[in-house]
Nanobody, 127 residues
Framework: GVPLVESGGGSVQAGGSLRLSCAAS????????MAWFRQAPGKEREGVAV????????DYADSVKGRFTISQDNAENAVYLQMNELLPEDTAMYYC????????????????????WGRGTQVTVSS
């Protein structure tokens, strides 16, 4: 698999912002579908945002639309998640994931579609 490394997590107050980064370590290219997932204690892992790095198409979970933005830097082989207007319910471990799909397959936010995962970065939002 492709080693993925997340960074940028931390603790903020509600209404604050954080920017998460995900990079494929070494010279290995990640898959075209790059996504962010999150998992809160006692809850299932859920998809947050995904980008198809071939054309920049994005998709978001309804809970984060309008607040989070996923972006890419192909030169750095990195993906970012800008999180604004953070809420306490955004508190979770955030994971980066990557997978390669053929051109005719849309990148989605299903955990089972991703084989490469980072170790996660913690985001804590206090009220």
């Amino acid at each position: 698999g492709v080693p993925l490394v997340e960074s940028g997590g931390g603790s903020v107050q509600a209404g604050g912002s954080l920017r998460l980064s995900c990079a494929a370590s070494g010279s290995t290219s990640s898959g075209n579908c790059m996504a962010w997932f999150r998992q809160a204690p006692g809850k299932e892992r859920e998809g947050v945002a995904v980008i198809d790095t071939r054309g920049g198409t994005t998709d978001y979970a309804d809970s984060v639309k309008g607040r989070f933005t996923i972006s890419q830097d192909n030169a750095e082989n990195a993906v970012y998640l800008q999180m604004n207007e953070l809420l306490p319910e955004d508190t979770a471990m955030y994971y980066c994931a990557a997978e390669s799909h053929p051109d005719w397959v849309r990148c989605a936010l299903n955990t089972y579609e991703y084989n490469d995962w980072g170790r996660g970065t913690q985001v804590t939002v206090s009220s």
